[in-house]
Nanobody, 115 residues
Framework: QVQLVESGGGLVQPGGSLRLSCAAS????????MGWYRQAPGKQREWVAH???????NYADSVKGRFTISRDNAKNTVYLQMNSLKPEDTAVYYC?????????WGKGTLVTVSS
């Protein structure tokens, strides 16, 4: 059983930056998919970005050029660097890991972008 714990959320002003971390309790080396999703108040959860075991990354158009996903297999951690944050980025951010066909989700970390 793998557990995921997100951290790094908080309150930031528009234009600011945050780095989210998602730490896995087990090895993520074999995971071909690690991603970040977010859910804003009153909206459905949406995909933000993901990274494969080979390092290929993909981003939602709404965050492309502002967010960067990365992974550190040695630390069993995936990161989301968020720059130029906008109020519409306000949401609970969730980490997702797919390992040997099993889906794992973290409990989320809240990001609030407000002046």
């Amino acid at each position: 059983q793998v557990q995921l714990v997100e951290s790094g959320g908080g309150l930031v002003q528009p234009g600011g930056s945050l780095r989210l971390s998602c730490a896995a309790s087990g090895s993520i080396f074999s995971s071909n998919f690690m991603g970040w999703y977010r859910q804003a108040p009153g909206k459905q959860r949406e995909w933000v970005a993901h990274i494969t075991s080979g390092g290929t990354t993909n981003y939602a158009d709404s965050v492309k050029g502002r967010f960067t996903i990365s992974r550190d297999n040695a630390k069993n951690t995936v990161y989301l660097q968020m720059n130029s944050l906008k109020p519409e980025d306000t949401a609970v951010y969730y980490c997702r890991l797919v390992l040997f066909g099993v889906d794992y989700w973290g409990k989320g970390t809240l990001v609030t972008v407000s002046s």
